[in-house]
């Protein structure tokens, strides 16, 4: 049971530089999401996605783009990054919108900024 | 406006007593209310959740939470704490249609 998989899962790149984070789930949802972890301010929404073709922007999205091309992957891209960028970042998928339906989440990648 | 505050981001218990880790949450509506729990460098896994069924949930690894309306808490606790225990968890608060607010976490500590 692979779940969500996130890749790649440690990164370091220069201020400046452009990456893409990829997210895959196997269980078929249709909602994905995008999030940071810093510490002391837990997890805040960057993007997500209702459907394939399908991206909204969530709390805190400036500086990150997202593509939903097909409906298991989830792609989050950086630009050009900053310091500010160096986080832990989380995919997590749901069947559903609905309140209940809880998240499933990878592992995370680790990416600094420097 | 949803949000939820988790009242210690600090908790230190020894091993064999019990766990309890506070959250408050604000909802216009009925939520729905999540804990999830976060090994070192690791994702998050859910724990358990509340959805307007029974009051006290049980989750998994022992640990269970109860939701109490008249006091918009959502604590959990555990009767006797394992070292493998050691995490960070988090109190989630979400409402249908809407994303999930996550409070800022509480890290448990369990010494022998």
């Known amino acids: ?114 | 406006a949803q949000s939820v505050t988790q009242l210690d981001s600090h908790v230190s218990v020894s091993e064999g007593t019990p766990v309890l880790l506070r959250c408050n949450y604000s909802s216009s509506y009925s939520p729905s209310l999540f804990w999830y729990v976060q090994h070192p460098n690791k994702g998050l896994q859910l724990l358990l959740k509340y959805t307007s069924a029974a009051t006290l949930v049980k989750g998994i690894n022992g640990f269970e939470a109860e939701f109490k309306k008249s006091e918009t808490s959502f604590h959990l606790t555990k009767p006797s704490a394992h070292m493998s225990d050691a995490a960070e968890y988090f109190c989630v608060v979400s409402q249908a249609g809407t994303a999930l607010i996550f409070g800022k976490g509480t890290t448990l500590s369990v010494s022998s």
């Not at chain 1, 893409?20 to 301010?41: F, I, K, S, V």
């Not at chain 1, 097909?70 to 998928?93: D, M």
């Open chain 1, 1 to 114: 049971n692979a779940g969500v998989t996130q890749t790649p899962k440690f990164r370091v790149l220069k201020t400046g530089q452009s990456m893409t984070l990829l997210c895959a789930q196997d269980m078929n949802h249709e909602y994905m999401y995008w999030y940071r972890q810093d510490p002391g301010m837990g997890l805040r929404l960057i993007h997500y996605s209702v459907g394939e073709g399908t991206t909204a922007k969530g709390e805190v999205p400036d500086g990150y783009n997202v593509s939903r091309l097909k409906k298991q992957n989830f792609l989050l891209g950086l630009e050009s990054a900053a310091p500010s960028q160096t986080s832990v970042y989380f995919c997590a998928s749901s069947y559903s919108a609905q309140g209940y339906q809880p998240q499933h989440f990878g592992d995370g990648t680790r990416l600094s900024i420097l």
